[in-house]
């Protein structure tokens, strides 16, 4: 019903800077919370942020926490993802996400995968030293 698409990444330097987007299409996500997630080789896909439908609850992974901002433009129906000082951990492929369920609490913004019911392809992220 809903589709995601991001777009954005791409090679960087360690210390650079990347911002992602995420468009989403069929319907507004504006009741969505929205995440971002990302999977390195050989990892499981991690949670790195998530905002809520309103836009003012956010949370972040402790690995970018300062780094990363994300943000919502609900009249655009899109979610971005600033991402600076990067380092070569970043690497890893990030997907946005939109919740199952829609116009949950303003404070709905949960960080597991399992409450995620619509995701896109998904956007190479690489840092080089």
């Known amino acids: 019903q809903v589709q995601l698409v991001e777009s954005g990444g791409g090679l960087v330097q360690a210390g650079g800077s990347l911002r992602l987007s995420c468009t989403a299409s069929?319907?507004?996500?504006?009741?969505?919370?929205m995440g971002w997630f990302r999977q390195a080789p050989g990892k499981e896909r991690e949670f790195v942020t998530v905002?809520?439908?309103?836009?003012?609850?956010?949370d972040y992974a402790d690995s970018v926490r300062g780094r990363f901002t994300i943000s919502r433009d609900n009249v655009k129906n899109t979610v971005s993802l600033q991402m600076n000082g990067l380092r070569p951990e970043d690497t890893a492929v990030y997907y946005c996400?939109?919740?199952?369920?829609?116009?949950?609490?303003?404070?709905?913004?949960?960080?597991?995968?399992?409450?995620?019911?619509?995701w896109g392809q998904g956007t190479q992220v690489t840092v080089t030293s």
């Open positions: 905002i809520g439908r309103g836009g003012d609850k956010t």
């Open positions: 996400a939109a919740t199952r369920l829609a116009y949950v609490s303003r404070a709905y913004a949960p960080v597991s995968s399992d409450e995620y019911g619509y």
């Open positions: 069929g319907r507004t996500v504006t009741g969505n919370a």
